[in-house]
C-alpha cells in the first residue's frame, strides 16, 4: 500500500514538474516572439514613414506631435469609422505612457471597425503588451 502511495506521489510530482517546463517554455516563446514583432515594426516603420518621423534620428519635437494628435483625432470626428486613423492615432498614443490607454482604445476599435486590417497581428500582440503593462 505504501509502495502504490509513493509511486503515485512519484507520478504526481512527475507530471508537476513536466506542466512547469512547458509553460516556462511557452512564456519564454512568447516573449521572443514579441521582441521579433517589436523589431520587425521598427524596421518596417523606418521604411514606412519619412524622414524626420523617427525618433531615434531626428530631435523629438513635441509641438509637431501634439499638431498631428489635434488633426487625427479632428478627423475621426468627422469620420470615426476610419480604422486606419484610429490606427495612426494609437500609434501616437503609443508613445507616451500616460496616453496608453487611449492607444489601447484606438487599437481595439480599429480591428472592430476593419477585422481584415493588413496590421491585424501587430495590432493584436500590441494590445496584449498594453493590458498587461496596465
Same mark, same amino acid.
Given at each position: 500500500?505504501?509502495?502504490?502511495?509513493?509511486?503515485?506521489?512519484?507520478?504526481?510530482?512527475?507530471?508537476?514538474?513536466?506542466?512547469?517546463?512547458?509553460?516556462?517554455?511557452?512564456?519564454?516563446?512568447?516573449?521572443?516572439?514579441?521582441?521579433?514583432?517589436?523589431?520587425?515594426?521598427?524596421?518596417?516603420?523606418?521604411?514606412?514613414?519619412?524622414?524626420?518621423?523617427?525618433?531615434?534620428?531626428?530631435?523629438?519635437?513635441?509641438?509637431?506631435?501634439?499638431?498631428?494628435?489635434? #488633426?487625427?483625432?479632428?478627423? =475621426? !470626428? @468627422? /469620420?470615426? *469609422?476610419?480604422?486606419?486613423? %484610429?490606427?495612426?492615432?494609437?500609434?501616437?498614443?503609443?508613445?507616451?505612457?500616460?496616453?496608453?490607454? #487611449?492607444?489601447?482604445?484606438? =487599437? !481595439? @476599435? /480599429?480591428? *472592430?471597425?476593419?477585422?481584415? %486590417?493588413?496590421?491585424?497581428?501587430?495590432?493584436?500582440?500590441?494590445?496584449?503588451?498594453?493590458?498587461?503593462?496596465?
Amino acid at each position: 500500500m505504501k509502495s502504490d502511495n509513493k509511486i503515485l506521489w512519484r507520478l504526481l510530482l512527475g507530471a508537476l514538474l513536466l506542466i512547469y517546463v512547458v509553460l516556462t517554455t511557452l512564456i519564454f516563446i512568447y516573449k521572443e516572439k514579441i521582441k521579433v514583432v517589436d523589431q520587425q515594426l521598427m524596421a518596417e516603420n523606418k521604411t514606412k514613414y519619412p524622414k524626420g518621423t523617427n525618433k531615434s534620428k531626428t530631435k523629438y519635437n513635441k509641438q509637431e506631435h501634439e499638431n498631428e494628435v489635434k #488633426k487625427l483625432e479632428t478627423k =475621426l !470626428q @468627422k /469620420t470615426p *469609422e476610419d480604422a486606419d486613423a %484610429h490606427f495612426t492615432l494609437a500609434q501616437s498614443y503609443m508613445q507616451n505612457k500616460s496616453t496608453q490607454q #487611449k492607444a489601447l482604445r484606438h =487599437l !481595439q @476599435k /480599429t480591428i *472592430e471597425l476593419n477585422n481584415k %486590417h493588413p496590421q491585424k497581428k501587430i495590432i493584436e500582440l500590441w494590445i496584449k503588451k498594453l493590458r498587461n503593462s496596465q
